[in-house]
């Protein structure tokens, strides 16, 4: 079975995607959780580009318009995850993800 | 050609796979920008230079500036950046979870119709191209994006900047 | 054996594989990190070899590879490797000096518990700098010449405990940005300027002769040509790293670091990489020597910082006490010597002083770090003494350095090459007063490495640290030998007899006549330097550590004013370093009282509009939504029992949600 190149970027990406997910599911530290959606955002863009690159319409240039507007968002989102991260520190003296739960019902 | 884009694509899986799994928290950051340079590399590999060098400057050099300065503020001790071992059954139940997802993705891309199409030529997108695509189709959004980013920078300033009444309080 | 120059960039790839071997090698894996190291530089010394064979089959062939790095947009910044006899023979010595310094390192630093990273360093540091030599691109240049700067500055900080060692990294790696900035200025005006920053390039490059006209004629501020004020901003980037007057002050600092680093710093890789960089771009540099009536020629600035850096450097290396600072200041006065001859129009004869002073410098360096390995660390020369006779290999290999390095006629190498600037300096037409000052300089080094010889190796030991001086291990002696037999024999290269060196370098080379009377001059100098530099400190040996040197005794201040380096780091750290505090301090006041009074006025306002807000809201508003509240409270506890606060369990049910979507999708075939 040969796969095409396109098909090879998209395995790729799930890859990512997935590996970034287990980390978020399986780490206590908030921090890592957040690197680990970093990722999975990082996996759509490459999803962005492999289609500009290799889909039907790439003259458009709408993928790498998209992706430049997606990292944008994400470094924005980074930077208030982290500083929440912070906060939530400051507050209760650790960052694992589950004792961070005061706001529940 | 596609040599390169499995090396590029097994170096950076392997990054983020062993960052995710590391207990040293440092280290993790470290790999993690390697895996964004990995990505950043893909980019240059399917011609997106721009984007490329955009991924390079906002995660390899800005984000993981950001995630260094919360590592090291969030360590009580120095000496340690070791985390506590995760409970074994969330790590099994997300590895659980996480194949599940894997196995519909993979299973939904190998059995999809995307057929090797014919050989297209490159395409490219010159810097002065995507400048007027941002500043004429896109106006709108670039406006908002810079509206976001303005109202972040603020938030995350306010976020993580200390009370200094309450916590002079609590130091009392 | 042959080397094409599209396989150049294995000499540098090479090392630089290492240093990635050595950083992820674990602590304990010394042996692991210095083979590999070692390897990689012994492989890299062959290539260079195969590279010199491919050069000399037609010395004034510029053989280059260019290829594109990436394209942005329409253009293209384009890379490319250089091969000629001077990237060669450069290449051949870096490899050379770098292996044998390697070498003396695994003794040296054998006790080290960061030895590992030591290598890893050390290696980064040698591909650097070949980076810098096989460079076809300023750019690529440039980028290799950065990483020159970050390995100096971990590698003089390697010690970063001690807080002498953090302050000279620190200090060596600023003061040198300072020129760098002036070498990306330069590159950038001269990228804008010929739209290409290639070396050679068919006759597109800067360095040919279409963009070095066009340069030339253009003019900019005060008549200066467009060439003239590119080089002079490319000669700020490489006074910095060749510690030039008046960014000279890291350079003794940088003795901080382990002593392998400081003979690599000063012999081979980084103080070479600012006379290389002129040499490199000499075309440019002598262009504008067409026009004779520009207002100031770049050559001229060139021999004129030069000059004065070595008789600075010579007259401070006088009062030194610390046997690594007193090579350092005859460093920073060697390479005076360098870009004096580059200035004066001898290019090829700094290149050759270049070669040599590598040779010498490095014999010197490993010497002085053998006498304090054998001393237990002691480097102060008024607490050494009497070591001629313990440490017998590393007496003679220090003295043969010495003897190069003062210019003892005939034999040595170090005699030739500066012979050769002393005779292009000559026939500077434009001044003497270079010519004289390398005269005064000649006298000077003769006579402080008598001193420091006379210090300490004769006399008695004066500290319990040198009475019990070993020699070192073999490891550490052998270079030293290799080294020393170089330093004798490279010198007949390149004599005014058989100017072999010359004729590579420069196929247009053709000797003056009438050294003969000048040869003699700068024999009886040196004579005069050793002479007088024996009689004050070799007749009457130093009988305690506590005694005041002999010029200390009859002129204490000027000693004292050339000990404390003639006050240049005091003077910077009160202008300089006073600007800057003063920009900061006027900074937080405008920040402090401007800003934050605009920001509470308007805070106030706000405050004042909330509260009339309160006011009306508590009494009209509230009542009737209190009502409302209450119900909308109980409803929301009930639902509120779904939300576990469990971050993870709700990630996860996402994933597990969006799995059996797909799979409902996908086996209920509703597509």
Known sequence: ????????????????????????????????????????????????????????????????????????????????????????????KNIRLQEANRLKG | MTLAFLAIAFVTVAAAAVAMALRNLIHSALLLVFNWAGIAAFYLWAGAEFVAFSQ???????????????????????????????????????????????????????????????????????????????MGPHAAALLIVGVILTVTLIGAVIIASTDHAESGKDES | MNLSVQYLWLIPALPLLAAGIGALTPRSGK?????ATIGAMGLAFVLSCGALVTALKDPAAHLVANFTWFELGHSAVRL??????????????????????????????HEDANFTRFFCFLSLFAAAMLGILIANSLLLLFISWELVGLASYLLIGFWFHKPAAAAAAKKAFITTRIGDLGFLLGMLWLSDATGSLLFYDAGKGVLETSALTALVT????????????????????????????????????????????????????????????????????????????????????????????????????????????????????????????????????????????????????????????????????????????PLKVTFATFAIGMMALAGVPFVFSGFWSKEAILHAAHGWNVSHLPFYAGLVA???????????????????????????????????????????????????????????????????????PGGGGLMVTSIVLVALGIGSGWAVYGRRLRAKASAPDP???????????LAARL??????????????????????????????????????????????????????????????????????????????????????????????????VMLGGTR
């Open chain 2, 56 to 134: 390079l400057m906002v995660y390899v050099g800005a984000v993981s500036m950001v995630v260094l300065f919360a590592v090291l503020l969030t360590q009580r001790s120095p000496q340690s950046f070791r985390e506590q071992p995760d409970s074994i059954s969330r790590v099994i139940g997300a590895l659980l979870v996480g194949g599940a997802v894997l196995g519909v993705l993979f299973g939904a891309v190998l059995s999809s119709r995307l057929a090797p199409s014919a050989a297209t030529a490159t395409p490219t997108i010159s810097v002065k191209e995507l400048g007027s695509l941002l």
């Open chain 3, 218 to 389: 253009q003019t900019t501020v005060g008549g200066l040509a467009v060439s003239t004020a590119i080089g002079l901003l490319l000669f700020c980037g490489a006074a910095g790293k060749s510690g030039q007057f008046p960014l000279h002050v890291w350079l003794p600092d940088a003795m901080e670091g382990p002593t392998p680093v400081s003979a690599l710093i000063h012999a081979a890789t980084m103080v070479a990489a600012g006379v290389f960089l002129i040499a490199r771009v000499y075309p440019l540099m002598s262009a504008d020597q067409a026009i004779a009536t520009a207002p100031l020629h770049a050559l001229s600035v060139v021999a004129a910082i030069g000059a004065i850096t070595a008789l600075l450097g010579a007259v401070i290396a006088v009062a030194q006490n610390d046997i690594k600072r007193i090579l350092a200041f005859s460093t920073v006065s060697q390479l005076g010597y360098m870009m004096l001859a580059l200035g004066v129009g001898s290019w090829v004869a700094a290149i050759f002083h270049l070669l040599t002073h590598a040779f010498f410098k490095a014999l010197l360096f490993l010497a002085a770090g053998s006498v304090i390995h054998a001393a237990h660390h002691e480097q102060d020369i008024r607490q050494l003494g009497g070591l001629k006779g």
């Open chain 3, 80 to 109: 490319g490797w250089l091969l000629d006899p001077l990237t060669a023979l450069m290449c051949v010595m870096v490899t050379f000096v770098g292996l044998l310094i390697f070498i003396f390192s695994t003794g040296y630093m």
């Open chain 3, 551 to 561: 010029i200390e005794a009859k002129v204490p201040d000027l000693f004292a004013a």
């Open chain 3, 567 to 664: 006050g240049f780091d005091e003077l910077y750290a009160a202008t300089v370093g006073r600007l800057n505090t003063f920009l900061a301090d006027a900074a937080d006041v405008f920040d402090r009282y401007i800003w934050d009074g605009a920001v509470r006025l308007l805070a106030g306002l706000g405050q004042f509009t909330g509260n009339v807000t309160r006011e009306t809201d508590e009494n009209l508003v509230n009542g009737g939504f209190d009502a409302t509240s209450e119900q909308l409270k109980s409803t929301a506890k009930t639902y509120s029992r779904a939300q576990t606060g469990d971050t993870h369990g709700y990630l996860m049910l996402v994933a597990l949600g969006f799995v059996l979507l797909v799979l409902a």
């Open chain 1, 1 to 92: 079975m040969s796969l095409s190149p396109l098909q090879l970027c998209l395995l790729f990406s799930s890859a990512l995607f997935c590996v970034g997910l287990i980390g978020a599911l399986s780490r206590s530290n908030t921090i890592l959780v957040l690197l680990g959606i970093e990722l999975m955002l990082n996996a759509a863009n490459i999803n962005f580009i492999a289609f500009w690159r290799f889909g039907p319409a790439p003259a458009a240039g709408t993928g790498v318009v998209f992706v430049l507007f997606s990292i944008a968002v994400a470094a924005a989102e980074a930077a208030v995850g982290l500083a929440l991260v912070i906060a939530v520190y400051r507050h209760q």
């Open chain 3, 31 to 35: 042996a692991i990190a210095a083979g």
């Open chain 3, 442 to 512: 000649v006298v000077l080094t003769a006579f402080y490495m008598t001193r420091l010889v006379a210090e300490a190796f004769f006399g008695q030991a004066r500290s319990p640290a040198s009475e019990h001086a070993h020699e070192s291990p073999a490891v550490m002696t052998v270079p030293l030998v290799l080294l020393a037999i170089c330093a004798v024999l490279l010198g007949f290269l390149g004599t005014p007899y058989w100017p072999w060196l010359q004729h590579t370098l420069d196929p247009k080379f053709h000797s003056e």
